[in-house]
T-cell receptor
């Protein structure tokens, strides 16, 4: 049973380009979370999705950022017109139960975005 | 502001010693979880303690929770060099609008061989 798969592991973009990060949750998991981590800092919540629904996007900037988790295929975090401040590690996590029902999160290895 | 804040920010000990990390949080919680992160890797779940529990053990790990003080501690006994990592606490909601884990700032543990 494969774990949470994220790709790409490393991504380099120039200012103004788009970054697209993918996450395949663990088999059977329908809850997906995206977090951002800056160097030497903790994880900041961005968005929580279930299949075809955004449940909580309170941590995601209103502009340039979007996320989806379609019925088929991976969850996608999309950053348009990237700026240097977007450089960070983006982690995806999935869970079998939602956090309210004490769901443990399983994390991917992260996608490290560098904006030149 | 951070829901969880770990203390100390960094800790350096010798192999065989015990390591204690503390976490404080601000709001009511349903559960509190501890995660470990090796450098450049994703987080790995260590242990979960519910709000109605006071102490929990898992191997060399011991977690306590004091909801009156809104604090938790993680104790790693007989530490090994392989325990070198960052450790994060994360709090789960109390049934309100939030439905996500909020992570603290982390404690960087270095175990010297």
């Amino acid at each position: 049973n494969a774990g949470v798969m994220q790709n790409p592991r490393h991504l380099v973009r120039r200012r103004g380009q788009e970054a697209r990060l993918r996450c395949s949750p663990m088999k059977g998991h329908s809850h997906v979370y995206w977090y951002r981590q800056l160097p030497e800092e903790g994880l900041k919540f961005m968005v929580y999705l279930q299949k075809e629904n955004i449940i909580d996007e309170s941590g995601m900037p209103k502009e340039r950022f979007s996320a989806e988790f379609p019925k088929e295929g991976p969850s996608i975090l999309r950053i348009q017109q990237v700026v240097r401040g977007d450089s960070a590690a983006y982690f995806c996590a999935s869970s079998l139960l939602d956090v309210l029902n004490t769901g443990e999160l399983f994390f991917g290895e992260g996608s490290r975005l560098t904006v030149l | 502001s951070q829901q969880g804040e770990e203390d100390p920010q960094a800790l350096s000990i010798q192999e065989g010693e015990n390591a204690t990390m503390n976490c404080s949080y601000k709001t009511s919680i349903n559960n509190l979880q501890w995660y470990r992160q090796n450098s450049g890797r994703g987080l790995v779940h260590l242990i979960l303690i519910r709000s109605n529990e006071r102490e929990k053990h898992s191997g060399r790990l011991r977690v306590t929770l004091d909801t009156s003080k809104k604090s938790s501690s993680l104790l790693i006994t007989a530490s090994r060099a392989a325990d070198t990592a960052s450790y994060f606490c994360a709090t789960g909601p109390d049934g309100g609008a939030t439905n996500k884990l909020i992570f603290g700032t982390g404690t960087l543990l270095a175990v010297q061989p």
